[in-house]
């Protein structure tokens, strides 16, 4: 064995004892578990909620820091910023894919500068009508829409959010105009098309639910290509329009860098978190499913996103507010 094959066998050894020694090190301290929004809001209590099962298994705190602001920019650039040792990681949410595109001079790269380590789970939007609204079903949005174009208007959580890229899609597959209106959040959105102000919404279901089982609103259609377990009997908007379907979806990401078999091990720990049963009530109470991926398919998830969202984002004109 010659010098140089001596040389690049010691060097793939030493590589595998670094990839190694970073799961069996891990955690050394406490894990910080960042989240891009406020306190309360589903992504935040799926972070708590995972938070408190993981850090059993770890046998180490996670503290979760809220870093709201600018759709989860802020909070990716502090996980960007610090060592890929695993002590550091963040709960994502579908904006994330489409950031490039609302925030063009990101200080980041979207895939480069992150590792995936699973795609923990994803809920349905909701197209909402008030409770006594003519529309019955979206075959009647659509018509509507078509015999008036710009008439129709929607509301919905803010420019780049899940719910105004549902109305978004709406618009593009059924080749209609509908005017979108953001506002601060789903909430405000909801009371105003109770209040008759606006006549659709979409919204997530978490804010969804409630105002549902209490006869104020109607759901005309989910957004997923399948009917939501959570409501059954609400129809899937592909069953009118083929070819919709959209999300909003929940993952975890690191920094890049990150020795594979730590990354292995996170997938491995937080999937297996996902079982739980406090997890799965969270869950439900979420309007939402677990999905628990590999970090190869939770990257091929971003990707297809990307590309999905890239082309409507554009021709729509949307920007970050």
């Known amino acids: 064995m010659n010098r140089w094959v001596r040389a690049a066998v010691a060097a793939l050894a030493m590589l595998a004892a670094s990839d190694m020694a970073g ?6 301290k406490p894990v910080r578990l960042l989240v891009p929004y406020p306190a309360g809001g589903a992504v935040d209590v799926l972070a708590r909620t995972l938070g408190d099962v993981v850090s ?6 996670v503290v979760v820091e809220n870093r709201p602001g600018a759709g989860g920019v802020i909070a990716s650039q502090a996980l960007v910023a ?5 002590h550091t990681l963040i709960v994502v949410a579908s904006g994330h894919a489409t950031n490039p595109f609302l925030y063009p001079s990101l200080s980041y790269d979207t895939f480069k500068d992150f590792t995936s380590i699973s795609l923990l789970a994803s809920s349905p939007n909701l197209l909402l009508v008030r409770a006594d609204s003519p529309f019955k079903t979206v075959t009647d ?3 509507a829409a078509k015999a008036k174009p710009g008439d129709l208007s929607f509301a919905h959580a803010g420019n780049g959010t899940s719910t105004h890229f549902a109305g978004e899609l709406l618009k593009s597959l059924a080749k209609v105009d509908i005017v979108a209106v953001p506002y601060k959040g789903g909430a405000p959105a909801i009371n105003d098309l109770i209040g008759g102000q606006i006549p659709l919404s979409f919204n997530n279901g978490p804010e969804s639910v409630g105002q549902i089982a209490g006869g104020t609103v109607r759901a005309l259609a989910v957004t997923t290509a399948k009917r939501a377990a959570f409501l059954p009997d609400v129809p899937s908007m592909s069953e009118t329009v083929p070819g919709y379907d959209t999300e909003v979806w929940w993952g975890v990401l690191g920094p890049a860098g990150m020795a594979p078999d730590l990354v292995a091990k996170l ?24 999905i628990g991926s590999s970090p190869k398919e939770f990257d091929a998830k971003i990707r297809a996103d990307y590309d999905k969202w890239g082309p409507i984002i554009k021709a729509a ?5």
């Open 23 to 28: 799961a069996q090190s891990f955690p050394s």
């Open 56 to 61: 059993k298994t770890w046998g180490q705190p």
């Open 82 to 86: 610090s060592p890929p040792d695993g």
């Open 141 to 143: 949005v659509i018509a």
């Open 267 to 290: 997938s491995r720990d937080f999937v297996e978190a996902l079982t739980n049963p406090v997890v799965k009530e969270r869950l439900t109470k979420l309007g939402a499913s677990s």
């Open 317 to 321: 004109g949307i920007k970050s507010e």
